[in-house]
């Protein structure tokens, strides 16, 4: 028995949050000995979804790994708070937006100067495929559809290769793991779709990089340990979203620090805030849930 199904034999749903962050903070890649997960299992097991219909069952990856930095946030995420960001967030997140701007343009022209890959290139995981940045990407969990746009991603060494790139301070963080990783069992599908079924590699690889900080996490396969804790955070998003529809606010047994609220976009109206944490506290505001862009599918540009 898994554990979701041992919770919902006992009517006990949501993941417990303090075990499960402290399970991504132990986490160490470095020594983890499970079964990399092939490509093919891989494909077969996280298919290429359709377009969610609305926005009920469906978010981007990013907001989804909110929880790993405050669960809380999985809340104001669903009920539309209105996020405003400090001065000197905003200024991160425009440098960081800045930047990936560049590292798009700078691949796209790498990309335009080799070879168009044929078919059999295309099915021989021997041929290495140059990365493209931005890669539209889906992948659908029990009922929820998981969005994203991908930073990198590359056929190298047999393996379909993830790059998530991070602009800010801090480095190796459990929240960047939870992103990685989703990225990692939607790249086979996404990519079995925009190449009609014809791509092939031996398995998934991951890595993170800091460019402001000149450093790299990874590469490191894709192995079932990874899978177990990402189906744990994505049960415990799911749970937590479904009861932030109905419930005015709830308490997950997790305290906040102010070092976490200070940067926080929904400190200004959060009743969770620790103290000294973020602006006042202000009224919640009414469910109002914003609408999650549509991804636009493109073609891969040298991969058809």
Known sequence: MTDREEREATGTMTVPIADLLERLDAYDPDHDTSQPLSHKDLLKRFPYPAPPKDDASSTWVSRFTNLAYCPYKIWHVVRG???????????IVDRGKLLHAKQEVKLLAEAAVVPVATAKELKDPKVDLVELPEVPARVK???????????GLARLGGNLTVRERKTGRWTQMPDHLLQV??????????????TKGLLRANGVSWEVQYPTQGETWGPYSFRAAQLRLLEDSMDFFEDTATRSRTEAGFDLGWSSTPSKCAPCGFAHSCSWRASGGGAASGPTPPFTPK???RTVHRSLGDWQ
């Open 291 to 293: 609408p999650d862009p």
């Open 141 to 151: 969990r029990g009922d929820w559809v998981y969005i994203a746009k991908l930073d």
């Open 81 to 91: 708070t209105p996020e405003v960001r400090p001065r000197r967030i905003q200024v």
């Open 181 to 194: 990783w989703a990225y990692s069992i939607a790249a086979p599908g996404a990519l079995n779709d925009e």
